[in-house]
């Protein structure tokens, strides 16, 4: 029986080292405090402001103002969850996504104060690492990336702010 035990432990270690070396979907699921989920459709293309995508939950907005070159449209999700301390708003693109995005700020909007502030940005690149060409201002409550000659091609984006 003690060899049974050992034997778990062991696989219960090695669990945790992968659970480490993989991307937050492992650490935390979008359906973990799932509030709201919505489908999305990403248009490629230029607009003089961006084009926007945006999901809301009672008061609560996530949005993106994007500029994208890509031959087609696609189908993105987005997800609004809640917990006691934060809200955050997660938005993934489809594992075969082809899109390069030029230009994309996120806005985050709730009702908990007059200024809210963005806590924290997450972007992800399809390698699954944190994209390390990827910048972002956060300014008045906006994750800005002016890509100023990159091109992002996104896996997923993610930003909280306290409640």
Not at 95 to 121: G, Q, R
Request: charged letters at 20%; hydrophobic letters at 40%; aromatic letters at 8%.
């Amino acid at each position: 029986m003690g060899g049974c035990t050992f034997v778990q432990v062991i696989v219960l270690m090695l669990g945790v080292s992968c659970a480490i070396a993989s991307p937050p979907d492992d650490i935390e699921s979008p359906s973990v405090g799932l509030i709201s989920e919505d489908v999305v459709t990403v248009t490629p293309g230029f607009a003089e402001k961006g084009r926007r995508i945006s999901h809301a939950f009672g008061e609560v907005e996530c949005s993106m103002s994007y500029s994208a070159l890509g031959e087609v449209e696609e189908r993105w999700k987005m997800y609004i969850r809640r917990s006691s301390r934060e809200w955050v708003c997660t938005i993934e693109s489809p594992s075969d996504s082809e899109l390069m995005f030029t230009f994309y700020s996120v806005v985050l909007k709730s009702p908990e104060s007059d200024i809210p502030h963005l806590n924290d940005v997450e972007v992800w690149g399809f390698n699954g690492v944190l994209a390390p060409d990827v910048h972002y201002v956060v300014h008045q409550d906006i994750a800005v990336r002016n890509a100023a000659g990159w091109m992002d091609r996104i896996s997923r984006i993610t930003v909280s702010k306290l409640r």
